[in-house]
């Protein structure tokens, strides 16, 4: 496996992040991080908690605005847009928490991003009723909740919840999509499933990924390459192996006593 | 040199009794989360029992001041009363509810204070030993006045102190700012959110009474000083008692400068100052954003699906009923049937403003009656005929809708609604004062229909057309894509913007067309009783299409037509009797207390799943809760 | 859900099966929609000036051999719901005509309302001008001096006195604007050589009374014309009292002598202003004598402006139904025109040219007696005397079709 990341960040990576840096108050939470994710690439963003995972994130899709740096798409500059638009030239991500629209159904949460990809969101007269439905099924049936597409949203376990979040990501068809702890508060077997999908994803789509996670067994089970953000700033970046036998990183994470532990977020 | 001295000075004694009023409402606001509308009641209860405690003890200077502060204690019982009868069991229900019952609290004081003191205007008494003057340069300048200037800053000091001297002081600040961690300190809640709302009670009341030795208690000072006091708790930040402080001189001393610059400006000028403020800072001059981004809840959150066929045909029944009154009913109940299709219309407006895009406008009327000039306007100065200016009323509104919706939609909540409420005061205070163009309050009389539509039931049968025809259109945009696009805003911010959805222009979009649609109604309006005022745009009107939405239930897409009927049966029952305001603010607080799903709600929760009238999903709740920003 | 709106249909359609018209035919029915809510302090005197004058009618045997009988409404003061009220009162309880309110703009409505409708209505108390002439109407009348009539009485007095530079205060709404605009018109055709030096206008009932006060002194004014009231007048009395502002000046109240406002003021009612108003202790013509008499024996309280108003309102009433010997709205319009009557304050007139009557205001001093406000000096000015010329009240009145 890492032979073929190697292979793909030869070529023009999907996302090239240079010297991002966020700082709240006094506190920098973020500084000069610079990392690249190639196409097709399963990449992992790992840290103990508070070491800046999330406000990374919501820096590369336009959540949070950068102090400074860079995020290019495909050499595209992505800092200073807004969420949507970052969303529209190809970045598309899940939530830690889930954020779905509780009042629809499976189907019509996907299809919602179905209508938004279409700039159909000002029509008046057409009903949205069953607007879309068979790609949000297509879409559902990619991850397993084809059978659940009718019911609310609101009624839906947690690790489905997940997963329609995962089909609304690839409702635009992005070429990065991020996840945010996509199997934080999962049953061990959802989660393996989960990761399992999304490494088919990566393959068959040519999607790249980056997602943090506590859980290191998924980590080092199913990330291409890991880089590590300690205290803001990247400590290490490598295969699972490197990663595990990094002195820094064996020390940050044993002074909290749990690379091997599950530690929740 | 001693005019513009003293000038300002007053500018800082009328800052005074407001400052006073307006920080107890942002203090009860910011601890319990309650926009108490009964604010302006205390304050007027505040000066009522002032004059009669100074009668009965104020005969020295102290007795006097001894008057004052127990006009604030008394105002503080009557606090404590309405906190721990009714908002107690309210905090945790939807805004609409909290301020439907406050609006009750209105009534039923307005009642009993006119019951109590009677109808005549009582003068305030003059402070002992105060009643002088001395001369700055010259100028006269009342001893009092200078005493109130004292007075607002010393109050102002003794908060501070109140906030960062004492525990529970400290407690009221901390639950200010975050009231899940109060929670999770095993504080005593319901005793700190009690506390808060007695203090705030008397600060009103305290406020109405020091103001009596320069004027007195009337039974209008309730709805007087209420918009002018959510003006200073907006300006000055929701919930900071500084920036309350610091908005009520602002405003004081733009009013006394003002008049001298602009006389006729009055009132527009301090809408002014609140509109260039918020853009500026959208949470005013001291306000902090909500942590964790404090969304309205109106208690929607059922999944909507489209009409049954047992629903389809019921809706045709009562269409086909509708069509054949005319022939069924005499002439008198025609009219009262084209009055509830003209509600039902602008109920149905803000219903969908609220429930599909889970904004709250306190200011609806604004585009009802902006709706209805429209037309009026139109008719007045340019011969315009009915038809085109009913066309064309719906169009000044949703312009009208536009440009407050620019501002409005830049805040979410809270501030959102009193926003809405704010500029509907503008509106109404432009119509009201511009009396060149819109006849002031004389109105713009002599809009009636072409002759073919003037009789009673040729304009019913034409209100039943535009008034079902908007309904049904409001229906069908909520199933549209551009509905389903604005419940995604109101569903989850965070998920919207992610998918690359425009929160805001989504917003402004359904703000302008929920206005456009209150505008027709507003335009059939006009045209059933041939003349508009600007009554049709004030608060009280508003509070009517929160009230129709309320009585037909929040979370029931055919409710606000149910709402529109029972609010002018209601009304019609109740006005006989002597006190009604009386009756009706007690029956609309005992209907939010005792029935908070409205009644269609309640009717589909006892009645509706038996009968699936109208196929809803149940089994909302757990994903409700998750789905809410923490 | 449905169901609740089937029950509200079926109470609505019960509602209409069983409501025929209650009354009797043997009494004579008069609508009557006030803002008795809103403003009870000037509607309850009205109302009871009203009954008293009805109960007198009906001992004296009636109209026709009939009762007449008040039905009343409370608008809110909601321009809106007095029209509702009208159709109701008309429809269901079989009027024959309507009267009663206060504001102006109810007034207004109900005016239109009866235009459209071809329905008579008396308006009692409002003020506009407008009422009779911009937008005057065959089936509108009005009783109460107008604020043009109260205006020129007052600009009469102005004219006369000593005073050249004048500064005005009024509340920023159609009356104060329409007395206002009256006042200098009036003034400069008595008197061209006055100077307006200033122009207040506080909001209707947010008077900051010490500013206004202020900005009047600035103007170095030799006299002011008030047009505030209720609460707006207090404030600004007690501050200008305090600051100097009325020391040696002229100053004219408009209403400020009628009971419903200068009786809050107290014993701080001020001093010396020439005022419109209503001096009902003191005025002892028997007529008068006897209408405070009674109305103290039925209502242990004594009669204002409104209840004044009421009385003469049913008076009016009454005398063109005896004129015109029928219930027919035609028929009451045209007795109307020119309708003549005896009144407490002496006989007026409905004219016909503009179907305002010519009943008159007192015109005195303001001055403090016993801890009480009162009017001296004081006398009876006919209404008749204050109005336009006709030609001038044609061109007023554009859309007389009558």
């Known amino acids: 496996m890492s032979d073929t990341a190697t292979a793909r960040a030869a070529e023009q990576p999907s996302l090239s992040i240079r010297n991002l840096s966020k700082a709240f108050g006094g506190v920098q939470a973020v500084n000069d991080v610079s990392f690249d994710l190639a196409k097709g690439e399963l990449l992992a963003l790992i840290g103990p908690n508070g070491a800046g995972k999330s406000t990374c994130f919501n820096m590369l899709n336009g959540q949070i605005r950068a102090d400074s740096g860079s995020v290019r798409l495909a050499g595209e500059e992505l800092i200073g847009r807004s969420p949507a638009d970052i969303w529209r030239r190809g970045v598309g991500r899940t939530f830690q928490i889930t954020a779905t629209f509780p009042s629809m159904t499976v189907a019509e949460n996907v299809a919602m991003v179905l209508m938004s990809q279409r700039r159909e969101l000002f029509s008046l007269f057409r009903t949205a009723v069953h607007r879309h439905r068979d790609k949000a099924l297509a879409l559902l049936d990619l991850v397993g909740m084809a059978a659940q597409a009718d019911r609310p949203c609101g009624v839906l376990s947690y690790g489905d919840l997940k997963r329609v979040e995962l089909a609304v990501a690839l409702g635009n068809e992005p070429r990065v999509l991020l996840m945010d702890e996509p199997t934080a508060g999962m049953a061990p077997r959802e989660r393996i499933e989960l990761m399992g999908l999304a490494a088919r994803l990566v393959s068959d789509l040519g999607l790249s990924v980056l997602f943090t996670e506590h859980d290191m067994d998924i980590v080092f089970g199913h990330a291409g390459r890991i880089i590590v953000l300690s205290r803001g700033a990247l400590i290490a970046e490598g295969t699972a192996q490197e990663i595990r036998s990094n002195p820094l990183v064996l020390k940050t994470y044993l002074g909290e006593g749990q690379i091997y532990g599950r530690a929740e977020g | ?630 | 859900m449905g169901l609740r709106k089937l029950v509200t249909f079926a109470a609505l359609a019960a509602a209409v099966t069983f409501s025929g018209t209650a009354g009797a035919a043997d009494t004579i029915r008069i609508g009557d929609i006030n803002s008795y809510k809103r403003l009870p302090a000037f509607t309850i005197p009205y109302r009871q000036g009203a009954e008293l004058a009805i109960e007198q009618i009906n001992a004296a045997g009636g109209v026709m051999g009939k009762p007449l009988e008040l039905i009343s409404r409370d608008d809110q003061g909601k321009p809106g719901e007095a029209v509702r009220y009208a159709e109701e009162l008309f429809a269901k309880e079989d009027v024959v005509m309507i009267t009663g309110s206060l504001f102006s703009h109810v007034g207004l409505a109900l005016s239109a309302y009866a235009d459209q409708k071809k329905r008579l209505y008396l308006a009692a108390e409002p003020l506009a001008d407008a009422l009779v002439w911009a937008k005057g109407n065959r089936y509108t009348f009005r009783l109460r001096p107008s604020t043009y009539m109260q205006v020129a009485m007052l600009a009469e007095a102005a004219a006369k006195s000593d005073a050249k530079r004048w500064a005005t205060i009024a509340p920023n709404y159609a009356y104060g604007k329409d007395a206002v605009a009256a006042f200098k018109k009036i003034l400069k055709a008595r008197k061209p050589d006055v100077e307006f030096v200033g122009e207040q206008w506080p909001a209707l009932f947010k008077i900051d009374a010490a500013a206004e006060s202020q900005a009047l002194e600035a103007a170095k004014p030799d006299g002011i014309f008030n047009v505030t009231f209720g609460s707006d007048l207090t404030k600004f009395v007690r501050e200008g009292t305090l600051r100097e502002l009325f020391n040696d000046r002229t100053v004219l109240g408009l209403l400020t002598g009628e009971p419903e406002y200068l009786d809050p003021l107290g014993a701080e009612a001020p001093k010396g202003w020439i005022v419109t108003g209503y001096p009902w202790s003191e005025i002892d013509t028997p007529a008068h004598k006897q209408f405070v008499d009674d109305y103290q024996a039925k209502f242990n309280d004594y009669p204002r402006v409104g209840s004044l108003v009421g009385y003469n309102t049913l008076l009016s009433i009454a005398a063109a139904l005896e004129k015109a010997n029928s219930t027919d709205t035609e028929a009451l319009v045209d007795a109307f025109k020119g309708l003549s009557l005896d009144t407490p304050v002496g006989p007026i007139t409905y004219r016909a040219i503009d179907h305002q009557s010519t009943m008159g205001a007192f015109v005195g001093l303001t001055d403090v007696r016993d801890g009480k406000g009162v009017m001296v000096d004081w006398s009876y000015r006919d209404g008749a005397a204050y109005l336009p010329s006709d030609e001038e009240v044609r061109k007023l009145r554009p859309a007389d079709g009558s």
Request: aromatic content about 12%; hydrophobic content about 55%.
């Open chain 2, 1 to 630: 040199m001693g005019v513009y001295l003293v000038q300002f000075l007053s500018g800082l004694a009328s800052a005074s009794a407001l400052f006073l009023a307006a920080s107890g409402l942002s203090i009860i606001f910011g601890v319990t989360r309650v926009v108490n509308f009964a604010h302006g009641s205390f304050y007027m209860l505040g000066a009522f029992f002032g004059y009669t405690f100074v009668r009965e003890v104020g005969g020295g200077a102290i007795g006097f001041w001894v008057a004052l502060l127990l006009a604030a204690l008394a105002v503080g019982l009557v606090g404590l009363l309405v906190e721990f009868v009714i908002l107690r069991r309210l905090y945790k229900a939807p805004e609409l509810f909290q301020l439907i019952a406050t609006f009750g609290v209105i009534l039923i004081v307005q009642d009993a204070a006119l019951w109590v003191w009677g109808p005549e205007d009582l003068l305030g008494p003059r402070a002992p030993g105060l009643t002088g003057i001395v001369r700055i340069f010259g100028t006269p300048m009342p001893v009092y006045d200078l005493v109130l200037i004292g007075v607002g800053p010393l109050v102002l000091a003794a908060l501070w102190l109140l906030f960062n001297r004492t525990r529970w002081g400290i407690l009221v600040r901390a639950a200010t700012e975050d009231r899940e961690m109060v929670g999770a300190l095993g504080v005593n809640q319901s005793l700190l959110f009690t506390g808060a709302f007695v203090l705030g009670s008397m600060l009103a009341g305290l406020g109405g009474a020091i103001q009596l030795p320069k004027g007195g208690a009337d039974l209008l000072m309730d709805f007087g000083i209420l918009a002018e006091m959510f003006v200073v708790v907006v300006v000055g930040g929701m919930g900071s008692i500084f920036g309350a402080f610091l908005a009520a001189v602002l405003i004081s001393l733009l009013n006394t400068f003002g008049i001298l610059i602009w006389p006729s400006g009055t009132l527009v000028l301090m809408f002014i100052l609140m509109a260039v403020i918020l853009v500026v800072r959208p949470t005013g001059l001291l306000g902090r954003p909500e942590s964790g981004g404090h969304k309205t809840e109106v208690g929607v959150e059922q999944a909507l699906r489209p009409a049954g066929p047992h629903y389809k045909i019921f809706i045709g029944l009562l269409l086909a009923l509708l069509l054949a009154a005319p022939l069924i009913v005499e002439e008198f109940y025609l009219v009262l049937i084209t009055d509830v299709l003209v509600l039902a219309l602008f109920a149905t407006s803000l219903h969908f403003l609220m429930s599909t895009g889970g904004l709250v406008s306190f200011g609806h009327a604004a585009f009802y009656g902006g709706g209805a000039y429209a037309a009026a306007l139109l008719v007045t100065y340019a011969a315009t005929p009915f038809e085109l200016a009913l066309l064309l009323a719906p169009l000044g509104a949703g312009l009208l809708a536009l440009v407050i919706g620019w501002f409005c939609v830049r805040l979410s909540g809270v501030y959102f609604a009193m926003l809405t409420l704010a500029f509907a005061q503008v509106a109404w205070s432009v119509v009201f004062q511009w009396s060149d163009l819109t006849n002031g309050d004389d109105g713009l009389l002599g809009i009636w229909p072409s002759a073919w539509a003037s009789g009673t039931q040729v304009y019913y049968l034409l209100a039943l057309a535009i008034s079902a025809g908007g309904i049904f259109l409001i229906r069908r945009v909520v199933f549209a894509p551009f509905g389903y696009g604005l419940r995604a805003t109101r569903d989850s911010n965070l998920r919207a913007a992610a998918i690359g959805i425009d929160i805001k222009r989504q917003q402004l979009a359904a703000f302008v067309f929920a206005g456009a649609m209150a505008g027709l109604a507003g335009g059939l309006f006009v045209f059933s009783k041939g003349s508009v005022f600007p009554d049709e745009m004030s608060i009280p009107r508003s509070f009517d299409a929160l009230l129709m939405v309320l009585l037909g239930g929040v979370d029931s897409l055919s409710g606000p037509f149910v709402g529109a009927a029972a609010f002018t049966y209601l009304h019609d029952e109740l006005i006989t009797f002597e006190y009604w305001r009386l009756l009706l603010g007690l029956t609309i607080v005992a209907l939010v207390l005792l029935f908070p799903q409205g009644l269609a709600g309640a009717a589909k929760h006892h009645l509706g799943r038996y009968l699936k009238l109208e196929a809803g999903s149940a089994g909302r709740a757990k994903q409700a809760d998750e789905g809410r920003p923490a």
